[in-house]
């Protein structure tokens, strides 16, 4: 499991950037090392830009739910 303290400080890493560069972080922002750390912390690009409060979550249609809760159930 992933410490707190790490993905703080990923978060934070994104909102410093954020904050430096007057729009959202782009991975190519960022040198490779770190990078991977902060998706190694806060998973994938938008997810990670989700958890440092930087992008809203995507909300899925009700449909699109009910359709993927149902597709999960067959396998």
Do not use: H, V
């Amino acid at each position: 499991m992933i410490s707190d303290d790490k993905k703080l400080w990923a978060a934070e890493l994104l909102r410093q950037k954020a904050d430096e560069l007057g729009r959202l972080p782009k991975k190519d922002d960022f040198d490779e090392l770190t990078r991977s750390r902060i998706k190694a912390f806060l998973g994938p690009w938008p997810r990670a830009l989700e958890a440092a409060g930087l992008k809203e979550a995507k909300q899925l249609p009700e449909e699109t739910k009910k359709k993927k809760k149902r597709n999960k159930k067959q396998f």
